[in-house]
Nanobody
Framework: QVQLVESGGGLVQAGGSLRLSCAVS????????MGWFRQAPGKEREFVAA????????RYAGSVKGRFTVSRDNAKNTVYLQMNSLKPEDTAVYYC??????????????????WGQGTQVTVSS
């Protein structure tokens, strides 16, 4: 059974930074493409960032490009989301997701097999 556990969320002022982590257990981490999504109250879950299994390719939503950075450490079975210059509109529950066996990046909810429980990020103005 694959488990994804996010951490690092919290309350931060606008312009601040947070780093989210997602630890993966259960199967060999390096075979998973990974993604970050977020969901604000009353809104659908949306794509934030993704990284391929080797870490050589990434993709970002337009709203976070230049501010967020996704990375992974396959030795630690962990994917990260560094979030800088945070804005109130970044407030949401952030989820990490894993897709087994893919070598490319994926940016839609339906492409992922496994999900974490989410971590709350709140940005105050």
């Amino acid at each position: 059974q694959v488990q994804l556990v996010e951490s690092g969320g919290g309350l931060v002022q606008a312009g601040g930074s947070l780093r989210l982590s997602c630890a993966v257990s259960g199967r060999t981490f390096s075979v998973y493409a990974m993604g970050w999504f977020r969901q604000a109250p009353g809104k659908e879950r949306e794509f934030v960032a993704a990284i391929n299994r080797s870490g050589s390719s990434t993709r970002y939503a337009g709203s976070v490009k230049g501010r967020f950075t996704v990375s992974r450490d396959n030795a630690k079975n962990t994917v990260y989301l560094q979030m800088n210059s945070l804005k109130p509109e970044d407030t949401a529950v952030y989820y990490c997701a894993a897709r087994f066996g893919s070598m490319v990046v994926h940016d839609t909810v339906n492409e992922y097999n496994y999900w974490g429980q989410g971590t709350q990020v709140t940005v105050s103005s």
